[in-house]
Nanobody, 121 residues
Framework: VQLQASGGGLVQAGGSLRLSCASSGRTFSGRAGGWFRQAPGKEREFVAA????????EYADSVRGRFTISKDNAKNTIYLQMNSLKPEDTAVYYC???????????????WGQGTLVTVSS
């Protein structure tokens, strides 16, 4: 299983970016997908997750209301739309596939390589 994350870059505070995570096969079929991030000097943290059927979504408190996770099963891709970005959102963002079909913050089995998001003030 390969996950390819893309869409990161440099943006000013208040701006938007959309991250994409394409899988090599039907990786997200029957499984939840998620996004995590790791800022310099900090541990990796959960950002958002979406269930296999898109019916359940979970967000970290720090991004709720600003970020939106979505999934396109036909394209085997999950997305993270990030609006109203803040300097504290600066991190390497990773996509992942969970072992299970429902959302959660742990038990992720496959990971993408990460894409860097830098938000300037």
């Amino acid at each position: 299983v390969q996950l390819q994350a893309s869409g990161g870059g440099l943006v000013q505070a208040g701006g938007s970016l959309r991250l994409s995570c394409a899988s090599s096969g039907r990786t997200f079929s029957g499984r939840a997908g998620g996004w995590f991030r790791q800022a310099p000097g900090k541990e990796r943290e959960f950002v958002a997750a979406i269930s296999y059927d898109d019916n359940n979504i979970e967000y970290a408190d720090s991004v709720r209301g600003r970020f939106t996770i979505s999934k396109d099963n036909a394209k085997n891709t999950i997305y993270l739309q990030m609006n109203s970005l803040k300097p504290e959102d600066t991190a390497v963002y990773y996509c992942a596939v969970r072992r299970f079909h429902l959302v959660g913050t742990t038990n992720y089995e496959y990971w993408g390589q990460g894409t860097l998001v830098t938000v300037s003030s």
